[in-house]
């Protein structure tokens, strides 16, 4: 009895094993070549459980979605001798898994094969346009080449680009130094140029300025000094009119100006009481 069980377990194992290796799963979004000895006998495109024969046969699987393809940058030179680094990117799907696994086998190699494909597309396309016309309206007509250029390559793999784009463009990093520091030269030296001039204009406007203000102050003291003569002239006059009306008021008043100037409590002075300077305070004192 334990020999019968034994053996039941044994052929249970053996059939699990067989029915492991018979059957296989294809996922929705996958496609699988069935090999025999390593050449294919049939594509499976259709999601499920398949089976297969078990040990002589296995099963490669390939994606059926669009993958990406993002080689690094190449540097280009165009048709007008400039270089330039150029970054693309890339869709693509399998769409001939039976070419695809006689070409390149599994999807590592195919984005190598596919970037070669891609910069050589690219590179070929480039050289034969100038920087100008990659920057203007031609861009278009640019990419539609490349990507004909990588479609019709890449159909030799088993593969469909869906799009190609070049993502950016630019300078080598050494020629875009060099065009900065060119630029910036050029900048300083516009600069140094604006600001010499605008120092000429300065001086030329405080120059102006200064001249103008001499001759605001001249006439403004020419006509001062004529106003101030003018007003001399009339004070004298009135003071004529005023000694020839009462000439005795006048040498009071005259007298009265001379002791305020003279009496300022530090000047001392000998003078005889009876002179003329005290005829008023002797007049006064009587």
Same mark, same amino acid.
């Given at each position: 009895?334990?020999?019968?069980?034994?053996?039941?377990? #044994?052929?249970?194992?053996?059939?699990?094993?067989?029915?492991?290796?018979?059957?296989? #799963?294809?996922?929705?979004?996958?496609?699988?070549?069935?090999?025999?000895?390593?050449?294919?006998?049939?594509?499976?495109?259709?999601?499920?459980?398949?089976?297969?024969?078990?040990?002589?046969?296995?099963?490669?699987?390939?994606?059926?979605?669009?993958?990406?393809?993002?080689?690094?940058?190449?540097?280009?030179?165009?048709?007008? =001798?400039?270089?330039?680094?150029?970054?693309?990117?890339?869709?693509?799907?399998?769409?001939?898994?039976?070419?695809?696994?006689?070409?390149?086998?599994?999807?590592?190699?195919?984005?190598?094969?596919?970037?070669?494909?891609?910069?050589?597309?690219?590179? +070929?396309?480039?050289?034969?346009?100038?920087?100008?016309?990659?920057?203007?309206?031609?861009?278009?007509?640019?990419?539609?080449?490349?990507?004909?250029?990588? =479609?019709?390559?890449?159909?030799?793999?088993?593969?469909?680009?869906?799009?190609?784009?070049?993502?950016?463009?630019?300078?080598?990093?050494?020629?875009?130094?060099?065009?900065?520091?060119?630029?910036?030269?050029?900048?300083?030296?516009?600069?140094?140029?604006?600001?010499?001039?605008?120092? =000429?204009?300065?001086?030329?406007?405080?120059?102006?300025?200064?001249?103008?203000?001499?001759?605001?102050?001249? +006439?403004?003291?020419?006509?001062?000094?004529?106003?101030?003569?003018?007003?001399?002239?009339?004070?004298?006059?009135?003071? +004529? =009119?005023?000694?020839?009306?009462?000439?005795?008021?006048?040498?009071?008043?005259?007298?009265?100006?001379?002791?305020?100037?003279?009496?300022?409590?530090?000047?001392?002075?000998?003078?005889?009481?009876?002179?003329?300077?005290?005829?008023?305070?002797?007049?006064?004192?009587?």
């Amino acid at each position: 009895m334990k020999k019968n069980l034994h053996f039941i377990l #044994i052929g249970v194992a053996v059939l699990l094993v067989i029915a492991a290796q018979s059957l296989y #799963i294809v996922q929705q979004p996958e496609q699988a070549i069935v090999l025999q000895f390593g050449d294919p006998v049939r594509l499976v495109q259709e999601p499920g459980l398949k089976v297969k024969i078990p040990f002589i046969q296995n099963v490669v699987f390939y994606d059926k979605r669009l993958l990406n393809l993002e080689p690094p940058a190449q540097e280009v030179v165009l048709k007008d =001798k400039k270089r330039l680094d150029v970054d693309t990117f890339s869709r693509y799907r399998i769409t001939e898994p039976l070419t695809f696994y006689k070409t390149v086998r599994n999807e590592y190699q195919a984005q190598s094969r596919l970037q070669e494909i891609v910069n050589s597309s690219a590179r +070929n396309v480039l050289a034969t346009f100038t920087l100008k016309e990659l920057l203007s309206e031609k861009r278009t007509e640019i990419m539609k080449k490349i990507s004909a250029a990588v =479609k019709r390559d890449a159909a030799q793999i088993g593969v469909e680009v869906a799009d190609v784009r070049i993502r950016r463009a630019d300078l080598p990093i050494q020629l875009s130094q060099a065009i900065n520091e060119r630029m910036k030269t050029e900048r300083i030296r516009e600069a140094k140029g604006y600001r010499a001039d605008g120092e =000429k204009r300065a001086q030329e406007i405080r120059a102006t300025a200064d001249k103008k203000a001499t001759i605001t102050i001249a +006439n403004a003291e020419k006509e001062a000094q004529k106003i101030k003569g003018e007003g001399d002239k009339t004070a004298t006059e009135i003071w +004529n =009119k005023a000694t020839g009306i009462d000439p005795d008021f006048y040498a009071f008043y005259r007298s009265l100006e001379a002791y305020r100037n003279s009496f300022d409590g530090e000047t001392s002075m000998v003078l005889a009481p009876d002179g003329e300077f005290f005829r008023y305070f002797g007049n006064s004192l009587k």
